[in-house]
């Protein structure tokens, strides 16, 4: 870990626990149990104590313990929070720019780039919330290398899932889950282009909210796709999901949404505030109509598909009406448009980053200035940065045009977006369902430099694709390894999905910290 803090302040005799939520800490700063600024100083420690061994977090914020010391200045000038984020602290991925910081997504190559807050930082700290620390990821999003292993970056190290330390944690938002499946920070902020929030979170046990595109801004973040990418919550429950939803959402008219195809869903957003913890309802499910996906998800254990069988047990004494099953029409033919479409993709976006960041001013000495630069100074630096595995996709890339205009782009693009539409817009037209529920994906698999990834199975590319919002929910263990579920829903439901995911966590209660790591 780059440590970037100053040194805290000796231990305070105020403390809460670690796994606390967001509603008990403000609870324990309203009485006047701890401050922020001891509550920040608090999980300053337990990363100090247990990243070593998890790799969750690149660095921490030189001015944590400041931002909370102001944070509790103004709960006392105004008698009271500006917002339920008042003096939380929160673990931001290091592809999300916060000032005065590196913005690295992981790499080495971006480490002299000093760029301004991201639209969604902004928001955070006008909440009130405190920027702890950036959380590791896989590098560049996974997006470098086919065989490429989740949770590594060159600068954090291989991020391990605290449940079992062998284990991946899945990514590309890898330390913002294992941050918070082991109690380093309460909330945080993670990034999605396919899979890379739900997918993560599950591995982790832990819940994961992908918007609907454009519902939070992606101004301020290292792209992968303008079309795909999002940032989203990540929280031990859904209730503190919903506060950080509540708060990184906002209309970014640097960053317009995008509208909409014809569907039985609101034709768009409400443009003003959302106040999401308002839908957390225990009594949502009954009467709600849900597809349950299994086909996703046939290559999984038995063991692995029980745990579906007992989320649809759960659903139904709740009093859901499920249609079991329901089929998404050729979801399989998704991923080879999509992949195509990304590449190019991601050509655009990475060289436009690149630019605003040299026209910023926050391109430091040495910074590269395209991905053909990019790619150059990965190869200069071999023996540091493709010590693992290579880049592949990069080269890839760069052999697109890197244009959105090109037909063959479009094409792509046109078809990915029908076709993951058409899949999950097909079920809910037939069957009028709120919502269609799928395992996440697979348990923790062993790390493996040699083989990369062992993901048997994964649900995440028809929501991905399409732009729709999901949701994944602690459901159940195999092997002591945890598994989600997965609530999706026509495009601008997350109140919908929330209350959905609610009802189910309140009843299941199916989530356990890893004891691996008490302390």
Known sequence: MRDFARKSAPASASAVSPDATVAELQQAMAAGEITSAELTRQYLRRISELNPALHAVISVSQDAVAQAEASDAARAASSGPRSPLEGIPVLVKDNVQVAGMPTTAGSPALLGAQPPDAFIIARLRAAGAVILAKANLSEWANFRSIHSTSGWSTLGG??????????????????????????????????????????????????????????????????????????????????????????????????????????????????????????????????ARIGVWRSGSGAASAATRAVLDAAVTQLRKLGAALVDPVELPDVDKIGEPEWAALKCEFKYGINAYLRYLAAYGGAGDGVPGSLEELISFNARNAGLVLSRFGQEIFEQSQATSGELSDPGYLSARAAATRLAVTALETPVREHQLDAIVSLTGTPAWLTDYVLGDHQVFGGSRPAAVSGWPSLTVPAGYVSGLPVGITFTGPRWSESRLIALAYAFEQASAARRAPGLLRT
């Open 158 to 287: 291989q991020a391990a899932n605290p449940y079992s330390l062998d284990r991946n944690p899945s990514g590309s938002s890898s330390g913002s889950a294992v941050g918070v499946a082991a109690a380093l920070a309460p909330l945080a902020v993670g990034t999605e282009t396919d899979g890379s929030i739900i997918s993560p979170a599950s591995a982790c046990g832990i819940v994961g909210i992908k918007p609907t595109a454009g519902l939070v801004s992606r101004t301020g973040i290292v792209p992968l796709s303008p079309v795909q990418d999002t940032a989203g919550p990540m929280a031990a429950t859904v209730a503190d999901a919903a506060a950080l939803l509540s708060v990184l959402a906002a209309a970014d008219p640097l960053d317009p949404a995008v509208d909409p195809p014809e569907g039985p869903y609101p034709a768009q957003r409400d443009r003003g505030a959302t106040e999401y913890s308002a839908f957390l309802d225990p009594g949502a499910l009954e009467d």
